[in-house]
C-alpha cells in the first residue's frame, strides 16, 4: 500500500514562505542503484508516513488557504475517513459494514471542500453514503440511505454534491401520478420517489446531483396545458363522415402511443367539425381534416358521364345490377354475412342510375365510395374496341356430261294410219317422241319449236294415205356443262358484336290454297280462290360473331348459306332450291385464311330402255334400244379469313383497297359518254384523294420523315390490295378465279 499526501501552506499576503511537508513510501529522490523495498518495509514506510501528515492536520483545518493533493493507491478506507476528518474538522461514524480498498489519483490541488466532495464520490462508487447527525456523519451502506435523515429540503440542490438530499416537489400543471412511471427508471435502487395525490406533489431522495437533474426534468414536464376548442367548418365534405374518418385514425394512433386523445364533434347544422385538446395534435388534424375538405374532381354526389364508345342504356343496366347485387358496398360493416346485406340495401337506396339515349350519358347519384367503384367500371367498359374484316371465300366448280343414243320407230299398217307397232321412248328431257315429230311434219304450217328434239336426228319414213307408213329416228346428243362460281361476301363488326351480310332474293313459295264459294242472289255460284305464299331468302348469307382472344387470335361463330334455285316452272310452285349451310366455331390467327369445310361429290348416272328380247341381239338389238348417260361432278369449298383492324390506318389500308379495286373496275369499262344519252356521263367513283378533309392554311402539317410527303398533299394514291384477276377485271377481262382444291383420290 501506497500513500501519499502532498500539503502546500501559504500564508496570507506571503508568496515566498512555504511550508512543504510530504510522507511517501520510498525516498524524494531515488538512488542511482535499483533499490526494491521488500513487503515488511513498505507496511512500515506507509504507517510512518500517514501518522507524520495526521501530525500536521489539526493545523491544516484552521487554515482555510490549505491546498492538498492526496494520491492513494489500495488504501484501506477506514485511514482516509481520518484523512478527511482532519483536514476537514468533521466527525465521522463508520459502520462494521463499511470496508474497502481505495485508490485515488490527484495531479492538481484542491480545497478541503473539494476533498470532503471527492471523499462522498469515493463513497458512491464503492456503495456507500455519508449521511448527516448532527455534528456526526454517519458512513453506512447506500441500501440503508432510505431510512436515515439527511439533508432534508434544502433552499438549493447541488448539482456537482453526490450527498443525499431528500426534496419535496410540487407539480402546478401536471399529474403527479403520472410523472412516478415515467421517472422511476431515472431514481437508483436506494433512492425514493413517490407522489401525494392531495396536494399533487413528487418526494424525491436520492443524491444531490441526481435529485437536481430530477427538479430540471419535472420542470420541462410541468408546463400549462394549452388544450382548446377550435371550430372548423367545412365547405365540401360532411362534418359526420370527416369526424368518423378521423376518429378511427386518432383512436388507433393513441391506442399506440398511449397519448392524450383529442376530441372530435361533428355540428351537422353547421357542418363543422369541433376540435379540441393538445396544440400540436390539434394542428396535425387541422391539416387532415382541410384534406379531406377538398372538393370532388367531379363535383358532388352527382355525376353525369358522358360515354365514348359504349351504350348507355346497356351500361346503366348493367351498374344497376351491380349495385343491387352487393358489388358496390358502403360502410365498414358491410364485409359479410348481414353486415354485407345491410350495406348492399344501404348503397342501393342511396344510388340512382339513368342514362340519357340522346346524349349517350349516364347520369349517377351515389355516395362518394360507390361513385367511385362505378366509375371504375365505366372506365373499364367504355373502352374503344377493335373491329375484325371478315371476308369469306364460297367457291363451287361443277362438271356435268351427258349423252343419249338411241332409235325410235314406227309403223302404221292399216288404212286409216292405226299404229300397228313400233318403238317409243322420249327424245329429250322436255318429253318430244317420235310421234310428236310425226304430227309435226304432217303439218309444217302449225309447227310447234318444243316439237323439234334437241341433238342430231336422223329420220327416215313413208307417210301415204295407202300402204304401210313407216317412220325411224336416230337420235344422238352430248351435253357438256361447267359452273365455276365463286362469292366473296365480306363483312366488318366489332370485337363480340354479330355481323350479318345478305345478298340474296325474295322467291314466293306456296304454302297453301283454297277456294270458298260465295253465296247470295247477285253473284250466285262464284269461287273466290285464296292462295298464301311466302317469300324466303335465296343467295348468299354471311353471319358471324368474332371474339378477338388475348393472343391476337379470332374465336368466330359462323353461319353461311348458298343457295339458289333449281328448276321450276313460272310461279311459286315446284320450286328446288339447292341449299348449302355450314355453322360453326373456329379459331384463326389474324390474316389466317381457314377452310370451314365443302363437299367434293362425283355423281355418274347410267340408263339403257330397250324391247325386251330384241334389245339384247347383237348389233340388231341398238335398233331396238336407247341408252342415256349423265355424269355429274361437284367441288364446292368454304374459306374464311378475318383481319384483326386494331387503329384507324388499319381500317384506311382496307378501305382505300377494295374502294380503289371497284373504281379501277369503272374506269376500265367506261368508255366515255354514254352512246344514246348524249351529255351524259357513266357513273364513277370518286378519287379517295378527293374525299380526304381538307387542311386550313394556317395549320399546314408537317411532312411525314418516312415519305417526305405532307398530309392531304398530291402524292400517291391510297395503297390497293391487289386480288387475284384484279389486274386483268381492270382491263374488262374476266376476272382470274381461284384453282380449286384438288379431288380426293378415287382409285
Not at 14 to 25: I, Q, V
Request: glycine residues 8%; hydrophobic residues 40%.
Amino acid at each position: 500500500m501506497t500513500g501519499y499526501l502532498y500539503i502546500k501552506d501559504r500564508a496570507p499576503g506571503d508568496r515566498r514562505g512555504e511550508a512543504m511537508k510530504h510522507s511517501k513510501s520510498t525516498p524524494q529522490r531515488p538512488p542511482r542503484g535499483p533499490v526494491r523495498p521488500g513487503p515488511v518495509a513498505r507496511s512500515v514506510t506507509c504507517a510512518v508516513a500517514l501518522s507524520l501528515a495526521l501530525s500536521v492536520f489539526p493545523a491544516l483545518a484552521q487554515n482555510s488557504q490549505t491546498m492538498v493533493t492526496p494520491n492513494y493507491r489500495d488504501v484501506d478506507l477506514g485511514q482516509i475517513v481520518e484523512a478527511v476528518s482532519q483536514v476537514t474538522g468533521r466527525n465521522f461514524i463508520i459502520d462494521p459494514r463499511v470496508k474497502a480498498q481505495v485508490t485515488m489519483l490527484s495531479a492538481t490541488p484542491m480545497s478541503p471542500a473539494a476533498f470532503y466532495e471527492a471523499f462522498l464520490a469515493i463513497l458512491q462508487v464503492h456503495g456507500f453514503v455519508a449521511v448527516p447527525s448532527g455534528n456526526v456523519i454517519k458512513i453506512i451502506p447506500d441500501a440503508n440511505a432510505r431510512q436515515v435523515p439527511a439533508n432534508d429540503l434544502p433552499d438549493r440542490v447541488s448539482a456537482t454534491s453526490d450527498e443525499i438530499v431528500t426534496q419535496v416537489v410540487i407539480v402546478k400543471s401536471v399529474s403527479a401520478a403520472q410523472l412516478v412511471p415515467i421517472l422511476r427508471p431515472l431514481i437508483p435502487q436506494y433512492g425514493h420517489l413517490a407522489a401525494y395525490p392531495a396536494s399533487n406533489a413528487l418526494i424525491i431522495s436520492d443524491r444531490a446531483n441526481n435529485v437536481n437533474r430530477m427538479i430540471r426534468i419535472i420542470d420541462r414536464i410541468d408546463r400549462a396545458s394549452d388544450d382548446e376548442v377550435e371550430v372548423v367548418r367545412l365547405e365540401n365534405a360532411s362534418a359526420a363522415e370527416v369526424v368518423r374518418v378521423v376518429n378511427a385514425l386518432n383512436q388507433a394512433q393513441a391506442g399506440a402511443e398511449g397519448g392524450t386523445q383529442v376530441r372530435l364533434v361533428a355540428d351537422d347544422r353547421t357542418n363543422s367539425v369541433l376540435l379540441g385538446g393538445e396544440k400540436s395534435q390539434r394542428l396535425r388534424l387541422r391539416a387532415l381534416i382541410a384534406h379531406l375538405d377538398t372538393p370532388l374532381e367531379t363535383g358532388g354526389d352527382t355525376q353525369v358521364r358522358y360515354l365514348r364508345y359504349a351504350d348507355a342504356e346497356k351500361i346503366a343496366t348493367a351498374l344497376k345490377q351491380q349495385v343491387q347485387g352487393g358489388g358496390a358496398t358502403t360502410g365498414a360493416g358491410a364485409v359479410g354475412g348481414a353486415g354485407a346485406g345491410a350495406g348492399a340495401g344501404a348503397a342501393g337506396r342511396d344510388t340512382v342510375i339513368w342514362a340519357d339515349p340522346a346524349t349517350n350519358a349516364l347520369v349517377v347519384t351515389a355516395p362518394p365510395k360507390v361513385m367511385r367503384e362505378l366509375m371504375t367500371v365505366v372506365d373499364k367498359l367504355d373502352i374503344r374496341r377493335a373491329q375484325v374484316l371478315v371476308e369469306a371465300i364460297i367457291v363451287e366448280v361443277t362438271g356435268n356430261q351427258a349423252s343419249d343414243l338411241g332409235v325410235n320407230w314406227l309403223i302404221d299398217g292399216s288404212r286409216d294410219n292405226i299404229a300397228a307397232g313400233g318403238f317409243v321412248s322420249p327424245l329429250d328431257e322436255a318429253g318430244t317422241t317420235i310421234g310428236t315429230v310425226v304430227a309435226a311434219a304432217l303439218d309444217p304450217d302449225n309447227i310447234n319449236p318444243s316439237a323439234v328434239p334437241t341433238g342430231i336426228s336422223v329420220g327416215v319414213g313413208r307417210i301415204r294415205d295407202t300402204g304401210t307408213n313407216f317412220a325411224a329416228i336416230l337420235r344422238a346428243i352430248r351435253d357438256d356443262g361447267n359452273t365455276n362460281i365463286i362469292s366473296t361476301p365480306s363483312t366488318v363488326t366489332l370485337d363480340n358484336q354479330e355481323a350479318q351480310i345478305k345478298v340474296a332474293q325474295e322467291v314466293p313459295f306456296l304454302t297453301g290454297q283454297f277456294s270458298s264459294a260465295q253465296g247470295g242472289n247477285q253473284t250466285p255460284g262464284v269461287v273466290n280462290p285464296f292462295q298464301t305464299i311466302q317469300r324466303q331468302d335465296v343467295g348468299t348469307i354471311l353471319k358471324i360473331t368474332p371474339q378477338i382472344t388475348d393472343d391476337n387470335n379470332v374465336l368466330m361463330k359462323i353461319e353461311v348459306e348458298a343457295s339458289s334455285l333449281a328448276q321450276g316452272r313460272g310461279g311459286a310452285v315446284d320450286l328446288i332450291t339447292n341449299k348449302r349451310t355450314i355453322t360453326t366455331n373456329v379459331l384463326s390467327a389474324d390474316g389466317e385464311i381457314i377452310v370451314l369445310g365443302g363437299l367434293i361429290a362425283d355423281e355418274l348416272r347410267e340408263g339403257e330402255t330397250r324391247v325386251p328380247l330384241l334389245g339384247r341381239i347383237p348389233v340388231l338389238g341398238n335398233l331396238f334400244k336407247t341408252r342415256t348417260t349423265s355424269k355429274a361432278k361437284t367441288n364446292l369449298m368454304v374459306f374464311i379469313r378475318p383481319k384483326v383492324l386494331m387503329d384507324s390506318d388499319a381500317i384506311a389500308v382496307e378501305t382505300g383497297a377494295k374502294y380503289n379495286y371497284l373504281r379501277d373496275l369503272q374506269l376500265g369499262r367506261n368508255k366515255g359518254r354514254a352512246q344514246l344519252l348524249p351529255g351524259e356521263r357513266q357513273p364513277t367513283l370518286p378519287s379517295m384523294q378527293d374525299l380526304q378533309p381538307s387542311q386550313a392554311p394556317d395549320s399546314v402539317p408537317a411532312a411525314n420523315p418516312s415519305t417526305g410527303l405532307v398530309p392531304g398533299s398530291p402524292g400517291p394514291a391510297a395503297p390497293v390490295i391487289v386480288t387475284p384477276g384484279a389486274a386483268a377485271a381492270a382491263q374488262g377481262a374476266p376476272p382470274e378465279q381461284p384453282a380449286p382444291p384438288p379431288p380426293p383420290n378415287r382409285n
